[in-house]
Each structure stands twice: as C-alpha cells, then as structure tokens.
C-alpha cells in the first residue's frame, strides 16, 4: 500500500489564478503533518480540496489506494474544524455535538452513544449541559472539535483552529491536539501560519510558498537545514 493520502500533480485554479501548482503531497496513516505559510499560499484550499468542499482543476487525490477526487464531503470520513467555528448559542454542548449526526439521520441510540463517547475523549462529559455562552474560548474550541471526532473519522482536518485564542489557552490547546493525536492515532493535516506552531505539534511540516511546497520535513530538519531562502527566512521570522 502507498501513502495514506495523497495529491497526485494537483492544480486548483480560481479563474485565471493558479492557487496550488501540480502539488504532489504524501501522507502517512497516523501521521500530523502542518501545512504552513504566509497567508494566500494555497493552504486552506488545498485543506477544502482534501475535505470535498473544492474539486481540483487537475490531478488526483487518494484515501488508502482509492480516488476521493469526486467523492462528496460526507462520504470522506473526515472531521474538519475551522478557526470560526460557529456553535449554536440556544443548544447544549450536547446538542452542538449531536447536530450534525441529525443531519445525516443517524438513529437516536445511536447518536447518543456517539456523543457520549465523542464528548469522553475531549473530557467535556461535565459540561455536556451547558450553552456555549457558559464556556470558556478553550472549552468552546473542544466544543468544535469534538463535532468533528463525532464522525469517528480517521482523518482530522484543521485550519488555523487555534487562531482565535490568545496565547496561553494556544498553548494549552496545542497540547491537547498532540495528546488526542497520540491517544486516538489520528491522521490530522492542520494548517497554520504560525511557524513555532507548526515547529511544537507536528511530525512533518510542508512549507508552501504561492502554492507550491519548498520543502517537507521534520520540524528539526526545517529548522535546521532549511532548504531554500524562502524556507530559512519563513521559519527564521518570529512572531
Ligand atoms: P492560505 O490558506 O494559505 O491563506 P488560500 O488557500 O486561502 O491560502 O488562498 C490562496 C489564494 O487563492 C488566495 O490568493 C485567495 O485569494 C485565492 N482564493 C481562495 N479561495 C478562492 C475562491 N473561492 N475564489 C477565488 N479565489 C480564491
């Protein structure tokens, strides 16, 4: 078996302009891979091409051997979890996390189990009561990504999900990602902006420059053996 995921030559381009550039990208099962950049470097549509909301000009996409490239969003068994995750101000924590099963006409029993259990894994059970409006911004974030281990999907998809928080609930937040990766063995491809981000969470980094990768590699060897200027001076600017 290949890769997990992967872009074979894929091109997006919105009109006249080229966004991702025949991107060839690998994934293993269980890996966390961070796409980073500046911003408008084909990160977040490269991240909506692998979740089904974006189809690529060109090129395939692969899940375990099978073309995804035409396959809607919800056939994916993929959690995704954006930066401006909207939850329902008049529902509960539960009723947040169960909504999209709803969606999908899962069987009552059946959602409650799955809720119960998404809800245990994030270790938000307690608080599976409130409103959103009771909750944290940290307590919010779990609240959003627990809708997305809903699915029990194997792959996690983020973009810039911790974008919002201020510096020290990141930090925190950082580390319950890494601890739910480890514990779940999830695959997660979680795109930032953020190099120290990218450098603490994850197994391998892309670094994207106008849609392009520059280099992929572990956080260490694109910290020290950066392989094109763009790479030295992206990885080299502090925040
Ligand atoms: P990043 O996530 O790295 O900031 P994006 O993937 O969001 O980059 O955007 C890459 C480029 O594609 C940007 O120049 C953006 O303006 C453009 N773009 C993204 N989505 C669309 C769209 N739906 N229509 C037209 N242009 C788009």
């Known amino acids: 078996m290949g890769a997990f995921i992967?872009?074979?030559?894929?091109t997006k381009k919105f009109g006249a302009v080229t966004v991702v550039d025949h991107l060839g990208l690998e994934i293993s099962k269980g890996e966390f891979l961070s796409l980073l950049g500046p911003s408008g470097s084909g990160k977040t549509t490269i991240l909506m091409m692998l979740a089904g909301f974006e189809r690529p000009t060109s090129?395939?996409?692969?899940?375990?051997?099978?073309?995804?490239t035409h396959l809607p969003p919800h056939r994916r068994q993929m959690g995704v979890v954006f930066q401006n995750y909207a939850l329902f101000p008049h529902m509960t924590v539960a009723e947040n996390v169960a909504f999209p099963l709803e969606m999908q006409r899962v069987p009552r029993a059946e959602i409650t189990r799955r809720v119960d259990r998404a809800l245990d894994m994030v270790r938000l059970s307690a608080l599976k009561d409130r409103k959103p409006s009771q909750l944290?911004?940290?307590?919010?974030?779990?609240?959003?990504?627990t809708r997305a281990l809903v699915f029990e999907p194997d792959v996690i998809l983020m973009d810039e999900p911790l974008g919002a928080l201020d510096k020290q609930l990141r930090e925190h937040m950082q580390l319950e990602i890494r601890d739910l990766h480890r514990r779940l063995g999830l695959t997660i491809v979680f795109v930032t902006h953020d190099q120290s981000e990218a450098l603490t969470m994850s197994d391998r980094i892309a670094v994207f420059n106008a849609g392009k990768v520059e280099q992929i590699d572990t956080p260490q060897a694109v910290y020290d053996r950066p392989r094109t200027r763009f790479v030295a001076e992206f990885i080299g600017e502090t925040n």
């Open 59 to 68: 090129g395939s996409i692969l899940l375990a051997d099978r073309p995804i």
């Open 136 to 145: 944290s911004g940290g307590q919010q974030q779990r609240v959003a990504l």
């Open 6 to 10: 992967a872009f074979q030559d894929v």
